[in-house]
């Protein structure tokens, strides 16, 4: 029953509508308290002390409401409900609580707009009964007014009806106001969101247009060099044959080796070309140690070290590049020396930028090249983002260092 939603963003509206507003409420109660029986009242010798302090009181609150319709942004519903409490309580008038009550209607949307409305609703009827029936003239802003009679000390003959209608005239201003507001406010946000969804889709189209493309190179490059790498491994092998027990055949054995390391690199640049655009998990970095202890490393023996400051801050691009990175130096670790351990060491900061540093035993005869892309996928994903591949073997141990900026989301 009292649920709302808000109407786009609680932004500070302009100073010069604010002001004018302002200028609009007070005004509009100081009529209503001049045009009052106490204000009446005051006036003549009839007054009593009780009828001033009604009247210095009503003008405190009319220059108080006023004044908060500066906040009219930010407390809708508080000033809409104080304003109209207000004009039940004060001869203060309606004016405040509607122009507050557009303010609400303009911002924001649902039940407790409508129960708001249906206050202020009856408030200003009650007030424009009680300010038609009130005499004489000179205590009621309708009959100062509507009436004939421009003295202020005749009777009031003005009808409820004339009163009523001046009341339904606000309460339409008002409410039109605000509701002419919050569509304007409402197709913003539908524009908005309409082209938040055309860039999505934009950015969509890209990447299927540059997955379509990426794999049209990979097959156009496996059609025209695969099939000549696989007969220059054939003839190398035929060749190795044919002068077993010669000074050349260690050239031919070269050879066949080295078209099968081209046939083995061809495939992990083609792996990189067709991969998914999205294959690394898409989490914050700093929960890589858990990752790591509960996925990359599950039966295979690691130690690692692993310091992340401030990993939820990271660009996700730089999240999944450092995920794919660990993944993929843990997997070549198990593939290339299956049984060692793999020591890992990841230190991420926004000082100091992303430095991965992995590191096994060398097997002898474990270091065969797979048809992963392995290194090569590393270097062109981490190259991406200005990072940096530096692999190393030395005192039997194969060592790969991966520097990577830091990039923060924004």
């Known amino acids: 029953m009292f649920k709302f939603q808000k109407v786009g963003r609680d932004s500070r509206p302009a100073v010069w509508r604010t002001i004018l507003l302002a200028l609009i409420s007070a005004f509009g109660g100081l009529i209503c308290i ?15 002390d009780i009828d001033a302090a009604v009247v210095i009181v009503a003008l405190i609150l009319d220059i108080a409401l006023a004044t908060a319709l500066v906040w009219r942004h ?10 109209a409490l207000g004009a039940a309580v004060m001869p203060i008038g309606t004016m405040p609580a509607l ?7 303009g911002r924001r949307r649902g039940p407790a707009t409508w129960w708001c409305t249906a206050l202020v609703a009856v408030i200003t009827v009650v007030d424009a009964i009680l300010d038609g029936r009130a005499q004489p003239n000179g205590a009621s802003v309708t009959a100062s007014i509507f009436q004939a009679n421009n003295s202020l000390e005749a009777r009031n003959t003005t009808s409820i009806l004339t009163a009523l209608l001046g009341a339904a005239t606000f309460l339409i201003i008002g409410i039109g106001a605000g509701l002419i507001r919050r569509s304007r406010r409402e197709a913003i946000v539908t524009g908005q969101d309409l082209s ?5 889709v934009a950015r969509l189209d890209d990447e299927v247009s540059r997955r379509q493309e ?32 010669t000074d050349h055949v260690e050239s031919a054995k070269t050879l066949r080796e080295s078209a099968g390391k081209a046939m083995s690199e061809l495939r992990s640049l083609l792996s990189l070309l067709s991969e998914p655009m999205t294959p690394a998990p898409d989490l ?14 599950a039966g295979q023996p690691i130690t690692a070290s692993i310091y992340v ?10 999240s999944r590049a450092v995920y794919r990175t660990v993944q993929e130096l843990l997997t070549n670790t198990a593939n290339h020396a299956p049984g060692t351990t793999a020591a890992l060491k990841v230190h991420a900061s926004p000082a100091d930028g992303v430095r991965i540093e992995c590191s096994n035993p060398i097997v002898e005869g474990g270091r065969g090249e797979g048809s992963g892309r392995g290194l090569s996928g590393i270097s062109e994903r981490v190259k991406l983002l200005d990072g940096t591949v530096c692999r190393t073997e030395e005192h039997g141990m ?9 990039r923060n989301a924004s």
């Open 34 to 48: 001049v045009f009052s029986p106490a204000g009446f009242q005051t006036e003549t010798p009839a007054g009593t």
């Open 196 to 200: 938040a969804a055309h860039q999505r």
């Open 99 to 105: 122009i507050a009550l557009a303010a609400l209607l």
């Open 284 to 297: 914050p970095l700093s929960k890589l140690a858990e990752v790591v202890e509960d996925t990359f490393g």
């Open 398 to 406: 194969f060592s790969v260092t991966v520097t990577i900026p830091w």
């Open 309 to 318: 400051s401030e990993g939820d801050s990271a660009d996700p691009a730089l």
């Open 214 to 245: 990426r794999e049209k190179i990979a097959q156009e490059v496996h059609d025209s060099l695969g099939h000549s790498l696989s007969l220059i491994s054939l003839q190398a092998a035929s060749l190795e044959t044919k002068l077993d027990g």
């Open 74 to 83: 930010r407390i809708p519903f508080g000033l809409t409900i104080a304003a």
